[in-house]
């Protein structure tokens, strides 16, 4: 008999079939066919494995790449210790663990939270100056001494501090220099050298192709805003500048410490606002503590600064950036002051545990990075004079005797010989007034010599230098120079994963700038393409890289 196939259910026919049945026309045995659907099913889950394992990775990758592109609310802080090298710290932990009777284990809050070191150099230099130092934070660019964020090419470059205002950011700069000093400078404005202080002014109350791009301004330099109409301006010409940022930027301002006073802490800011509580620097924190009632200090400025832009950004979805200069710790290695430097920096710490006091009890992420743009002075915490067998010690306590800063002993020298000058017949009255009233009762020094004292009647403009001297000696505190020098510094952060993958290292202080930048997730670029448009070409045609530097006047010059 015929067997039946059913052409519409070949599956079916195959049943109906002997086994050994052969059809010429396909060839296939029932076997092979099973075998095909089994190979088919594998091929199709594997396919759908794969499919949804491609599925899952695009996901995540989108989220992660989404979550870059637009992060959540947060904060950054950073701050600079300018001039402050490793040395620095050792010298101020073992001060403060000697003055307060602390265990040799206790340390500074900073060596709590170091990460790793950056190298220094400049574009057109091994040893960086403050400029040069600072535009690699701002601009994330090398480039020449002197230059505030412009490019070796003398083309400016934007900075994050721009960028973040552009993208919705609030921002501050704390310092206790002067506000247009060459750090605070570097992240709001554009010039070829840091002695253009009258235009850089100008552009950090606003007035440049950007517009206004700073919140808040803490420290000191009024001198700069001052018309030089009137007492107490250093400007080189008549203009106004505290009139102009507040009639045509809407500044408010204070410019005493009545004035930050009625700040309340942070909470009464009317933003923008700008305290300039000093003509020049805010004294040295040695003789600051002195004057309280006149002048605030660096960790009061920034409590101030963080509760003010934490209220402003309370309803808005971007927090703030904020930077913060311990100023005047490069200027005590300037001086090569020991004294001065130590309660700078343990100021400066005070600053920075108030600054992770603020991150401890914000609800919007914060990170602090901080390091130094060079160190200054080339400190040892250790000498061997000349003559002398090597001694392998150095002593705080004849930092704790000092009641002054040398910056201040030399300034009522000064005011001294202006009214009493210097003859044969008044040299001995005058080092016996020094010996006194500096010395002594300044230092807490009892032994100078007459070598040492016959110095301020012989050099008396270089007096500062004959202070510094007699206290470094007598701790046994060495300074190799009065300038920078290309020694790596640290760098210290609350949140070690948020650097890189949070490994230490060492790293380019461009490094650092990069970081800000991709936390903020701010595009800087478009911020320098936009200043090359709008900005005119500079004449560099006087601007003198290589000119030789009157070591005596450093602090004037390169800071």
């Known amino acids: 008999m015929a067997t039946m ?30 075998r095909t659907r089994e190979v088919a099913l594998f091929i199709w889950a594997l396919l759908a494995t794969a499919a949804v394992i491609v ?7 989108n989220q992660q790449t989404t979550s870059r592109r637009v992060p959540e609310k947060r904060n950054l802080v950073m701050m600079v210790s300018d001039g402050m090298g490793p040395a620095s710290l050792s010298l101020t932990r073992s001060y403060r663990q000697h003055v307060h009777g602390l265990p040799i284990d206790d340390t500074l809050v900073l060596d709590q939270h170091f990460w790793g070191t950056s190298r220094t150099r400049s574009s057109n230099s091994l040893v960086t100056d403050s400029a040069a130092g600072a535009t ?41 220099t002067d506000i247009t000093d060459a750090t605070p ?56 500048v505290v009139r102009m940022a507040k009639e045509k930027y809407n500044w408010t ?15 009464n800011v009317q933003l923008p606002f700008m305290g300039l509580f000093a003509s020049n620097d805010i ?82 992420e914060t990170v602090l990075v901080a390091t130094s743009d060079h160190e200054t002075g080339g400190l040892a915490t250790a000498i061997q004079p000349p003559g002398h067998l090597p001694v392998y010690n150095w002593y705080p306590q004849v930092l704790a005797n000092a009641s002054s800063s040398c910056e201040r002993l030399t300034a009522r020298f000064q005011d001294h010989i202006s009214s009493n000058p210097i003859s044969d017949s008044s040299a001995d009255k005058i080092k016996s007034w020094v ?11 009892t032994d100078a010599t007459d070598s040492e004292l016959d110095l301020f009647v012989e050099k008396p403009a270089e007096a500062i230098y004959h202070l510094t001297d007699i206290i470094s000696l007598r701790a046994h505190v060495g300074w190799s120079t009065h300038g920078h020098t290309a020694v790596d510094v640290n760098i210290y952060t609350s949140d070690p994963k948020g650097l890189n993958d949070g ?18 997730d701010v595009d800087v670029e478009e911020i320098t393409k936009e200043l090359q448009e709008k900005m005119a070409k500079p004449d560099v045609s006087m601007l003198k890289l290589d000119a030789p530097i009157d070591e005596y006047h450093l602090r004037d010059i390169i800071g």
């Not at 599925?55 to 990758?61: C, F, P, R, S, T």
């Not at 964020?149 to 501090?161: A, F, H, Q, R």
């Not at 010996?435 to 020094?445: A, P, Q, R, T």
């Not at 490994?503 to 903020?520: A, C, H, I, Q, W």
């Open 5 to 34: 196939t059913n052409e519409n259910s070949p599956l079916l026919a195959d049943q109906d079939r002997p086994d050994n049945f052969i059809d010429n026309d396909t060839e296939t045995t029932p076997k092979t066919t099973s």
């Open 55 to 61: 599925l899952a990775v695009w996901i995540q990758h």
């Open 136 to 176: 690699a934070f701002s601009c994330g660019k090398k480039t020449y001494n002197g230059a505030i964020s412009v490019t070796p090419d003398y083309e400016p470059c934007g900075t994050v501090l721009e960028a973040a205002k552009r993208a919705g950011y609030h921002t501050g700069l704390v310092v206790t």
């Open 185 to 240: 400078a570097c992240f709001a404005s554009h010039v070829l050298m840091r002695v253009m202080e009258d235009d850089i002014a100008l552009q950090e109350i606003g007035d440049g192709v950007l517009g206004r791009s700073v919140d808040l301004m803490l420290g000191g330099g009024r001198c700069h805003f001052l018309p030089n109409t009137t007492e107490g301006s250093c400007r080189l010409d008549d203009v106004d």
């Open 253 to 267: 301002y204070a410019d005493s410490r009545k004035g930050f006073n009625s700040l309340k802490g942070g909470n």
């Open 283 to 364: 004294p040295f924190e040695l003789d600051r503590r002195n004057m309280n009632d006149t002048y605030p200090s660096l960790s009061e400025m920034a409590t101030t600064a963080l509760r003010a832009l934490e209220l402003a950004t309370a309803d808005s979805d971007k927090g703030f950036f904020l930077m913060i200069e311990g100023s005047r710790i490069d200027h005590a290695g300037h001086y090569n002051d020991p004294a001065a430097q130590v309660n700078e920096v343990i100021e400066y710490d005070r600053a920075f545990k108030a600054v992770l006091d603020f991150i401890d009890q914000s609800n919007t």
């Open 435 to 445: 010996n006194d009233e500096l010395i002594v009762s300044g230092l807490g020094i």
């Open 503 to 520: 490994s230490r290292r060492n790293v380019e202080n461009t490094d650092v700038g990069v970081f800000l930048r991709e936390y903020l």
